[in-house]
Nanobody, 121 residues
């Protein structure tokens, strides 16, 4: 069984910063891409940022210049540093990873349960 557990969400004023973390655990053999998505009330889930196993990154236009995704494979953790937060960043943030486990023969997508980020004016 694989689990992704996010942390680091909370309430912050506009212009502030938060650092989200997502730790993977379970019978993991390898992790390919990892990423962060978000879903605001009444909206579809959208990509925020992704990082490949060799460190290549891509960001949503809304995140470029303000957010930074990174990963620590030794800790099986992916981070999202969010700076200059805006009220429109308010959403539930979900961790995603492509994981090969001891019970699978191909990489499978896993999701965390989310952490809430609220940015006040």
């Amino acid at each position: 069984q694989v689990q992704l557990v996010e942390s680091g969400g909370g309430l912050v004023q506009a212009g502030g910063s938060l650092r989200l973390s997502c730790v993977a655990s379970g019978s993991i053999l390898s992790i390919n891409d990892m990423g962060w998505y978000r879903q605001a009330p009444g909206k579809q889930r959208e990509l925020v940022a992704r990082i490949t196993s060799i460190g290549r990154t891509n960001y949503a236009d809304s995140a470029k210049g303000r957010f930074t995704i990174s990963r620590d494979d030794a800790k099986i953790t992916v981070y999202l540093q969010m700076n200059s937060l805006k009220p429109e960043d308010t959403a539930a943030y979900y961790c995603n990873a492509q994981i090969l486990t001891t019970r699978t023969t191909m990489f499978t997508e896993y999701w965390g349960k989310g952490t809430l980020v609220t940015v006040s004016t």
